[in-house]
């Protein structure tokens, strides 16, 4: 994950064959899993985000032949919260009841 934002948008012109600068959100993790990086361009300029979790992994959609997987929102906010986007649940139970 030493990619800059120039790297990451080339990586996503060549590898991917998709245009960074079209308004799109691409997704890179780091190879342990507990790091990833967002690029984004909105139009005015190229944005690059980074996201190191404390404890745990991202959860990250298996491509089954190698090319880019596309998320909704909803699974993205998962992800990007550390929360398992194929089965959310409601981790915080109420302590007492009543």
Known sequence: ??????SLALK???GLGRD???GEIFCFRGRKGD?????WHDGV???L???RLEAGKFI???????SA???SAAQLGYLLEGIDWRNPRWTQRPAKAG
Do not use: A, F
């Open 1 to 6: 994950m030493r990619c800059g934002m120039n």
């Open 12 to 14: 996503v012109q060549e």
């Open 20 to 22: 960074p600068h079209g």
């Open 35 to 39: 790091l990833v990086k967002i690029l």
């Open 45 to 47: 300029g190229m944005s």
């Open 49 to 51: 985000y980074m996201k």
């Open 60 to 66: 990250w959609p298996v491509s089954r032949d190698g």
């Open 69 to 71: 997987v596309p998320v």
